[in-house]
């Protein structure tokens, strides 16, 4: 059959505008069912209570729930490699954190690249973490424990929630950029780590802010400084560290990744309404009490953040000779 030239340009037009319908009518569609949002702690951490907030705000937002799967385990490992292998639709999203990205180097025989397999999907904040000492020790300011450290080098007993965590790495940078030498003592989670610090058994740790915060305005800790490369408002009168360490800087931060190949109209549904969270003020002020500043951005600007804190924590990790517990 010979179609006349206008008509073949109609259909072939027609035809290309196809995909971009399916497109359009896909993500209107999403999402038609609960979302899984997994996260690789424990319930009741500040990283659940972060991803339970956003998943009622998203809930609210998009008309489906968003639940929340705990699967600790392994760094947060288990949560990832079960997000992996996930069906690419939107329907399973994994709560990323910093230790997603020193993981990739901290662990030589995972079964996923965590680059490659995760999508960005959005940036929820960044966190600063604190350096903070038992009341006992002399040191007021990070130059002064500086040279309390150096003049007991191997002495001074540094806590941290568990080998390769962000209180660790952030103490290991600490230690490279200042040349300092403190013993590491890995806990099973913040709560005995800030226990034994409060009895005087260890003497140092690099905490995330919002287990920290209250213990720092009451006095029970004393904190020197955040991590963070500018002041933080929650603790407004600590100076941070790149103050008297040019260049020092780590923060803890939180988003959400998804399988990768998941379509990108679902994603940028997604990215929307976590930035239209990051704008509301209550949302805000209730981050705030997590101690997180809200950061909104593009996928593609998550996806930075990632590969950069990714490289930064494989010097850190390769430099100090770092091996999971």
């Known amino acids: 059959m010979h179609l006349p030239r206008r008509r073949f340009l109609q259909l072939a037009a027609g035809a290309t505008a196809l995909p971009a319908a399916a497109r359009i009518a896909r993500a209107q569609a999403y999402p038609a069912r609960p979302v899984k949002i997994v996260v690789g702690y424990t319930a009741g951490g500040v990283s659940d209570i972060l991803a339970r907030l956003m998943g009622q705000w998203l809930s609210q937002r998009l008309g489906q729930p968003f639940v929340v799967e705990n699967r600790p385990g392994a760094g947060s490992n288990i949560a990832t490699e079960a997000v992996v292998r996930a069906a690419p639709d939107g329907y399973t999203l994994l709560l990323v954190g910093v230790a997603n990205a020193i993981n990739v180097t901290l662990y030589e025989h995972l079964s996923f690249n965590f ?18 000492v038992n009341p006992a020790l002399p040191a007021k300011t990070v130059p002064e424990f500086i040279a309390y450290a150096k003049a007991n080098p191997g002495k001074v007993n540094m806590a941290s929630a568990g080998t390769g965590g962000a209180s ?79 260049g020092y800087e780590a923060s803890g931060w939180n988003g959400f990744g998804a399988p990768r190949n998941t379509p990108p109209e679902i994603v940028d549904t997604l990215n929307r309404a976590v930035n239209a969270a990051l704008a509301d003020p209550q949302m805000q002020a209730k981050l705030a009490a997590l101690g997180s500043a809200t950061d909104p951005g593009s996928p593609a600007d998550f996806g930075k953040l990632i590969a950069a804190d990714t490289e930064k924590w494989a010097r850190v990790v390769k430099l100090t000779g770092i091996s999971p517990e």
């Open 115 to 132: 680059i490659r397999d995760i999508a960005p999907v959005a940036l929820i904040g960044h966190a600063p973490l604190v350096m903070e």
């Open 168 to 246: 660790h790495v952030a103490g290991e940078l600490f230690q490279m950029m200042t040349g300092t030498k403190l013993l590491h003592v890995p806990y099973h989670g913040a709560p005995p780590a800030l226990a034994d610090l409060i009895a005087g058994q260890v003497q140092i740790m690099f905490d995330n802010m919002a287990s920290s915060v209250e213990l720092v305005r009451s006095g029970g800790l004393r904190g020197l400084a955040v991590t963070t490369a500018a002041r933080t408002p929650v603790l407004p009168d600590l100076p941070s560290v790149a103050e008297f360490v040019p």
